[in-house]
C-alpha cells in the first residue's frame, strides 16, 4: 500500500441473495451491485465516485463503512482491513471515519434537537462531559455556518440546506479524517449546493480532511474532486484526474455522461454533438458478458461480448488515466 494513500479498496464485491418459494429458501440467483471495484483515495484529496442511479455507488459506501458486510475483496484504511475488524475495533476507526447521508430530512432525527444530534456521536464515545459536549456543539454550529442560539431547535424549523449544514457539523463531530459524502447535495436546489460544496471545500482544508464524494452529476463532482472514478453496473470503468477527464475521456459510457452536461452558452450547446445512450441499464442480476456497457455502446464490436476488458493505464504524462475498453480513447 502507499504510504500516501488513506484509503485503499481492492476487489470488492457484493452480492445480495434473492430467494423464492416457501420461508424463502429457494436460492434464485443474486444482485451483483458491487463486482470488484478497486480504487485509492490519497490523504487530503477528494475522490469523486459517479454514474447513474443503480450503478453501485452508495452500496460501496456502505461496505466500506460495514454498514453491510462485504462479499468479498478488503478495504485498507491506513493499512488496516476494515472488514477483518472486530466490532469493537471497528467502534473505535468510526471515530475517524464519518458520512455524509443523501436526504437531510431522513438522515436527522424529528424528535431530537440540533444540539443533541450533532452531540450525539460525542456522547456515543464517551468525549467530555455534558457541558464540554454543548460547548463543541455550538463551536460546530458556527463553523457549518448555522447560529449556535438555535441548539435547542428541531429539523422541520430548518431549510433543506440548513439541515444539510447540520448533517455536515454531526459528521465533524469526532474530527474524522476521512469522510464519505454519499450525494450529500442531490436533494438540495442549485444554488444551495453551490453553498454546501463551498463549504465543504472550505472545511477541507480547515481540517486537512479528505472526501470520498458519491454523485450521478458530473458537473457537481468536477468542482470538488480531485480525481473521478466512473461507475457502470457495479465496476469502475475510468479513473483519471478531475482535469484529464474532462478534457479527454477514454470510455464512451464517459464520454456519453460528459454530452449530457448543459452547457450555459445556447449557441455552443446549439452546435455539439450530444451522444444519445441508447436501451435501458441492464439488470444486475444477470449482466451482459464481456464488457457490461456493450449492448449499448455505440463502438462496440465482437470482442466486446466475448471479453471483459481490464482497467489499464493509457496516459502518456505520467498521470494515472486508467479505462476498461478495448477502444480506450479511439476516435469513430
Not at 436460492?27 to 487530503?44: L, M, R, Y
Not at 447513474?52 to 452500496?59: Q, R, V
Not at 466512473?230 to 464517459?254: C, F, N, Q, R
Amino acid at each position: 500500500m502507499d504510504n500516501n494513500n488513506i484509503l485503499e479498496v481492492k476487489n470488492l464485491k457484493k452480492y445480495f441473495t434473492l430467494r423464492s418459494g416457501f420461508l424463502f429458501q429457494k436460492f434464485t440467483g443474486s444482485v451483483k451491485a458491487v463486482d470488484g471495484v478497486s480504487f485509492h483515495i490519497k490523504e487530503g484529496e477528494t475522490f469523486g465516485l459517479v454514474g447513474e442511479s443503480g450503478c453501485g455507488k452508495s452500496t460501496t459506501a456502505r461496505v466500506i463503512l460495514r454498514l453491510t458486510n462485504p462479499t468479498s475483496g478488503c478495504a485498507l484504511y491506513n493499512g488496516t482491513d476494515l472488514f477483518k475488524l472486530s466490532r469493537k475495533q471497528m467502534f473505535k476507526v468510526r471515530r475517524e471515519i464519518q458520512v455524509i447521508f443523501q436526504d437531510p430530512y431522513a438522515s436527522l432525527s424529528p424528535r431530537m434537537t440540533i444540539g443533541d444530534i450533532v452531540g450525539e456521536p460525542l456522547e456515543i464515545h464517551g468525549v467530555g462531559n455534558k457541558g464540554y459536549r454543548r460547548k463543541k456543539v455550538k463551536k460546530l454550529l458556527k463553523v457549518v455556518g448555522l447560529n449556535p442560539e438555535h441548539i435547542n431547535r428541531y429539523p422541520h424549523e430548518f431549510s433543506g440546506g440548513q439541515r444539510q449544514r447540520v448533517g455536515v457539523a454531526r459528521a465533524l463531530a469526532l474530527t474524522p479524517k476521512l469522510i464519505l459524502c454519499d450525494e450529500p447535495v442531490s436533494a438540495l436546489d442549485v444554488s444551495v449546493q453551490a453553498q454546501i460544496l463551498n463549504l465543504m471545500s472550505d472545511l477541507q482544508k480547515e481540517f486537512n480532511l479528505t472526501y470520498l464524494f458519491i454523485a450521478h452529476d458530473l458537473s457537481v463532482v468536477k468542482h470538488i474532486s480531485n480525481r473521478i472514478g466512473v461507475m457502470y453496473l457495479g465496476k469502475i470503468v475510468e479513473v483519471a484526474d478531475s482535469w484529464d477527464l474532462y478534457k479527454k475521456p477514454l470510455h464512451p459510457y464517459t464520454r456519453g455522461l460528459l454530452s449530457a452536461i448543459p452547457i450555459p452558452d445556447p449557441e455552443l450547446e446549439k452546435k455539439r454533438k450530444r451522444i444519445i445512450l441508447e436501451g435501458d441499464v441492464p439488470s444486475p442480476i444477470n449482466p451482459p458478458s464481456g464488457c457490461r456497457f456493450h449492448p449499448r455502446c455505440p463502438n462496440a464490436e465482437e470482442i466486446c461480448s466475448k471479453e471483459e476488458p481490464e482497467l489499464k493505464n493509457y496516459s502518456k504524462n505520467g498521470n494515472e488515466h486508467l479505462a476498461a475498453c478495448f477502444f480506450a480513447g479511439k476516435s469513430f
